[in-house]
């Protein structure tokens, strides 16, 4: 698949909300459980972190947004974990399987190690097998479980801890 990746603009918030919604409401592959609106993604993408990454992949041949990836700094209250990013992978449902996440992947990584990022963390639900496998695809480590960490529609949602070394 030829894709274009490139940084998210505010004006691809409704294009980005119509992938993410979706995955939301489905409740089978992340912890967010309330979708968003097209006004709070705007908002969200215009005041991102000046250290963030927030990709979009573009389906060259229909020219429309069929994922996207966004890496945040670990935490802000101390420099202590600077060199570390937390990143979260969302394509389409009905384009998984396309080798999208990978290509996501690649764009973002070499933008943390010109941001200064060593180092790459995120969670990801235990019932969530294909993105364990997508992100042990590109180079992460399973470090373990935190049990019972979500609590969604009243049902508990073990979280792996995966990380990634640039």
Same mark, same amino acid.
């Given at each position: 698949?030829?894709?274009?990746?490139?940084?998210?603009?505010?004006?691809?918030?409704?294009?980005? !909300?119509a992938?993410?919604?979706?995955?939301?409401?489905?409740?089978?592959?992340?912890?967010?459980?309330?979708?968003?609106?097209?006004?709070?993604?705007?908002?969200?993408?215009?005041?991102?972190?000046?250290?963030?990454?927030?990709?979009?992949?573009?389906?060259?041949?229909?020219?429309k947004?069929?994922?996207?990836?966004?890496?945040?700094?670990?935490?802000?209250?101390?420099?202590?974990?600077?060199?570390?990013?937390?990143?979260?992978?969302?394509?389409?449902?009905?384009?998984?399987?396309?080798?999208?996440?990978?290509?996501?992947?690649?764009?973002?990584?070499?933008?943390?190690?010109?941001?200064?990022? *060593?180092?790459?963390?995120?969670?990801?639900?235990?019932d969530?097998?294909?993105? %364990?496998?997508?992100?042990?695809?590109?180079?992460?480590? %399973?470090?373990?479980?935190?049990?019972?960490?979500?609590?969604?529609?009243?049902?508990?949602?073990? *979280?792996?801890? !995966?990380?990634?070394?640039?």
């Amino acid at each position: 698949m030829d894709l274009l990746i490139r940084p998210a603009q505010p004006e691809d918030a409704a294009a980005i !909300v119509a992938i993410f919604n979706p995955i939301i409401e489905s409740g089978k592959y992340t912890v967010f459980d309330t979708p968003f609106t097209i006004e709070a993604e705007r908002d969200y993408i215009a005041n991102f972190p000046a250290r963030g990454i927030f990709h979009v992949a573009i389906r060259q041949d229909a020219q429309k947004i069929v994922g996207f990836q966004s890496m945040g700094p670990f935490a802000t209250y101390t420099h202590a974990f600077d060199h570390v990013g937390v990143v979260g992978t969302y394509v389409d449902l009905a384009e998984r399987g396309q080798g999208i996440a990978g290509q996501l992947f690649a764009a973002t990584f070499e933008a943390a190690r010109q941001k200064g990022y *060593e180092k790459i963390f995120t969670f990801i639900r235990a019932d969530n097998l294909a993105a %364990l496998a997508t992100y042990q695809r590109q180079g992460f480590q %399973l470090l373990g479980t935190a049990q019972r960490q979500a609590k969604i529609n009243g049902i508990y949602v073990d *979280e792996l801890m !995966v990380e990634k070394f640039l």
